[in-house]
């Protein structure tokens, strides 16, 4: 089976730098014409099913990629974006000077990382790895897409590649709407395409 997974389209929150996490905000005309961009890509390709974060801008970042292909969606909770805390709704300027240290360890260090009220990466990662195998483990010969957020794609990577968690940050970078391919078979995930753009930068 393949496992298609895709980050949302672009947000208002983005355009703007606050920390959207699992607070929500709407896309924007570009992250539309985005998602609208990857479903032409995706059109001619077989998916059985598509699996959404139920935050909006994941569910309707689905809905334009679906478009009028009878394509069953279904939400799941914990497709949902990595907790933050008292972070959430905030400016990342603001979170970068008033909780300077963590937000230091967040990007630099984060198997040192603490949150205040919300997910350490250890957490995290538990749950996408837990989630990813039922989803897959339910759906054996089906292919499905993922529309989800980025750090919950940052895990997968992490989970696959079997990196320490002071490497959660290697590349590739997870732009919105990129694709990444999945193989999965016997048990085992094989990495076809990484992050790809193409349909964004063209």
Known sequence: MKVYITRHGETDWNVKGKMQ??????????????????????KDIKID?????????AYDTALLIKGNRDIP??????????NF???????????S?????????????PHLYT??????????????KITLNDITNQNKGEDILLVTH???????????????LKDFWNPPYIKNTCVTILEFN???????????VSHVEN
Not at 29 to 39: D, R, T
Request: charged share 30%.
């Open 85 to 95: 805390g008292i972070w959430e709704g905030m400016y990342s300027d603001d979170v």
């Open 21 to 42: 996490v699992c607070k929500d905000s709407n896309l924007t005309e570009q992250g539309k014409k985005e998602a609208l961009n990857l479903g032409n890509r995706l």
């Open 186 to 196: 016997e048990g085992n995930y094989k990495f076809i395409l990484e992050a790809d």
């Open 150 to 164: 980025s750090i919950i794609i940052k895990a997968i990577y992490s989970i696959i590649k079997k990196y320490e």
């Open 73 to 82: 969606i279904g939400t799941h909770e914990n497709l949902k974006e990595m």
């Open 97 to 109: 000077r008033e909780y300077e240290n963590e937000y230091y360890k967040f990007w630099n260090e």
């Open 49 to 57: 099913y598509i699996y959404t974060s139920p935050l909006t801008r």
């Open 115 to 128: 949150s205040t009220g919300g997910e350490t990466f250890e957490e995290l990662i538990k749950r996408v």
